[in-house]
């Protein structure tokens, strides 16, 4: 049977091996081409900024954060529209052309580096996925190298959104997607630079427990509340601390409680967010439960990051990176640079009795609890 796809990024992947029809995360082939395509120009773009280093010419932090952001997005559960990955295509090749204005001698940069973005954008990314690659050995260097890019993204991200940056890191994970381009590199060069992905993915950690604990404060040991209270409620899913903090401020006063699920949980052990009484506690377990434990809600959704695995029957998001549903519809909400406000509208301009009280979720393991802003979804429940 002809493969439609091929992704082993993640450890669901099927049978071990690959998703070569559909992702088992649900992602179709459509879209897992153009993550492959969105990688293939990130890694061009990437080669440029690194030359422009070489030449002693500066990047700006946009830059760094636009590849950031780019890898994020491919990461798993993270961003399944099809849409929004070809919107950041599009910004990236105009992005690039502007720099590659500024090279010597742009000859000499790899094809990914030169690629305009002409012709068809679905047989491209045939052509450039994680199998272009022939060399099986050399293939899973590369790929390791990446997905230790993709992680050091996503703490990079979440520290950008609270204002740090650290040029190292940003310079270092741009000249090693570059270097997955180098056909000159051998398995000796590829496993040194697999090491050295690894060192910076510890100094992408302490950037980003750096930008959190002085944004919040230490983490303590905290008991969370499992249970639910008599006030219509919010659910936080996700990373990012930020977009928690912008909702808890939004809705002091307005008789509406807060939740974190899963990959919010950690939130609770911040000095920070204790201030807020409406800071209710943690409701569900882990983040492949969504699915039920986000109807059984009763109540609006707040997906900071990944990882999504919702599929409701009805519901609204926003954001650059949505979900792609057709049961899902947009929802006004600003977008904005890293460090400046959102504004949440359910939280603000819906009335209270519109939202639901949450239901007890009687049956919960708090060993089942696991310990990264873009998806607002309401789920509108039908039944009394």
């Not at 990437?46 to 990461?75: M, Y």
């Not at 992680?151 to 991200?157: F, H, I």
């Not at 509340?225 to 401020?249: A, C």
């Not at 911040?270 to 943690?282: D, E, L, Q, R, T």
Request: charged share 25%; proline share 4%.
């Amino acid at each position: 049977m002809e493969q439609k796809m091929f992704c082993y990024q993640c450890q669901e992947t099927a049978g071990c091996k690959g998703c070569t029809m559909s992702g088992v995360c649900g992602k179709k082939p459509d879209v897992a081409a153009m993550q492959d395509l969105l990688v293939y120009v990130t890694k061009g773009i990437s080669a440029v900024t690194t030359a422009l280093r070489q030449e002693g010419k500066q990047v700006s932090a946009e830059i760094n954060h636009l590849i950031t952001l780019n890898l994020f997005t491919t990461i798993t559960n993270a961003n399944f529209d099809k849409e929004s990955i070809e919107a950041r295509i599009r910004a990236t090749l105009t992005e690039k052309e502007v720099l590659l204005a500024q090279i010597t001698d742009p000859s000499v940069l790899p094809e990914a580096a030169k690629w305009n973005g002409s012709g068809n954008w679905e047989e491209k990314a045939q052509t450039v996925g994680v199998l272009s690659t022939k060399n099986e050995d050399i293939r899973s260097l590369r790929e390791l190298i990446t997905y230790g890019l993709k992680g050091l993204s996503a703490y990079s991200k979440h520290a950008n959104v609270l204002l740090k940056d650290d040029s190292e890191v940003d310079t270092f994970l741009q000249q090693a997607l570059a270097a997955t381009l180098d056909d000159n590199l051998n398995m000796e060069d590829l496993i040194a630079l697999t090491m050295e992905t690894g060192k910076h993915g510890v100094s992408g950690m302490a950037l980003l427990d750096k930008a959190n604990t002085e944004a919040y404060g230490n983490p303590e040991i905290t008991k969370v509340n499992i249970g639910v209270g008599k006030n219509p409620g919010i659910l936080v899913s996700g990373h990012d601390l930020r977009d928690l903090e912008m909702l808890l401020e939004q809705t002091q006063g307005t008789g509406v409680d807060v939740y974190t699920h899963s990959e919010m949980l950690p939130a609770h052990y911040y000095p920070a967010f204790k201030k807020y009484p409406n800071f209710i506690g943690n409701y569900g377990n882990a983040w492949w439960k969504q699915k039920e434990e986000f109807e059984s809600f009763n109540g609006p959704i707040l997906m900071t990051t990944n990882c999504i695995v919702l599929r409701p029957r009805t519901a609204t998001r926003t954001d650059s990176t949505p979900p792609a549903q057709p049961d899902i519809q947009d929802a006004p909400i600003f977008r904005e640079k890293s460090g400046s406000r959102r504004t949440f509208p359910l939280s603000l301009n819906t009335p209270k009795n519109a939202l639901h009280q949450p239901k007890l979720k009687r049956e919960i393991s708090s060993a089942d609890l696991h310990m990264h802003r873009f998806w607002l979804l309401q789920i509108r429940l039908l039944r009394q």
